[in-house]
């Protein structure tokens, strides 16, 4: 009889447990499903844009040759501009020389001078007739570039004809609008939307952190994640 009052103790307490050894599973379940809804919410959300002057007249490149002008602007550290500079990389071999071709690596004040020496800089030099550039914030400014992966097409007179992104999300591959927009205009298409701007999806340009915070940093060997 002595042993009872243990053993009731005992089952009351397996008893207690009981509940938990099911809530635990729901509770992990709710914490995964709470994260991919906010990695996909970090991913759908547009990084900024400033205001892009609609007629840019001192526009003429070294490489011009009268052709329309298309740049775009990159956070050499960003992992997002990736698929971005992916799908540069295809508008310029899809359009052949009908533009000359720049990619513009922002360099924000307070940098070392390897900032810009990644694997997004090798990537960016292996496409055909891009011309890079290193820029400390001056052009980007002017011509309202915020985020990584911003994209300008300009005409031969300097005429804007697009800006934004040329993603579907942040760090996405695949057919886009802003694909889709640069090509039409490129090929002189008759419906070609000209002036349009799509969202872009990248770190912000003149925030040297803010890769690093994402975890996202570059090592010093040109290595992205």
């Given amino acids: 009889m002595l042993d009872c009052p243990a053993s009731t103790a005992h089952l009351g307490s397996r008893t207690s447990l009981r509940p938990l050894r099911y809530w635990i599973p729901l509770f992990w379940l709710a914490a995964i499903v ?5 990695l ?3 991913n759908a959300r547009p990084g900024g844009v400033g205001q892009t002057p609609a007629v840019f007249a001192d526009w003429a490149g070294p490489d ?8 775009m602007f990159l956070h050499p550290r960003c992992p997002c501009s990736r698929a971005s500079l992916s ?11 009908t533009a000359s071709v720049e990619v513009v690596f922002v360099k924000p ?27 400390d914030g001056t052009l980007a400014e002017r011509l309202g570039a915020e985020t ?3 994209v300008v097409l ?15 999300s942040r760090g996405h591959e695949g057919e886009s609008a802003g694909r889709q927009m640069i090509l039409a205009l490129l090929k002189g298409e008759a419906d070609a939307p000209v ?15 803010d890769c690093r915070k994402a975890n996202f940093a570059a090592t010093p060997t040109g290595k992205l994640p």
Avoid: H, M
């Fill in 34 to 38: 709470a994260g991919l809804g906010a």
């Fill in 40 to 42: 996909e919410a970090y």
């Fill in 64 to 71: 011009s040759q009268g052709r329309p002008r298309l740049v």
């Fill in 87 to 97: 799908e540069f990389a295809e508008i310029v071999a899809r359009a052949g020389a």
């Fill in 109 to 135: 004040e307070g940098t070392g001078p390897d900032w810009s020496n990644t694997a997004l800089r090798k990537q960016a030099a292996a496409i055909a007739g891009a011309r890079l550039i290193d820029d």
């Fill in 148 to 150: 990584s992966g911003y």
């Fill in 154 to 168: 300009y005409d031969a007179r300097g005429k804007l004809l697009f800006s934004g992104g040329i993603t579907r």
């Fill in 195 to 209: 002036g349009a701007r799509t969202p872009v999806y990248g770190c912000a340009l003149f925030a040297p952190d």
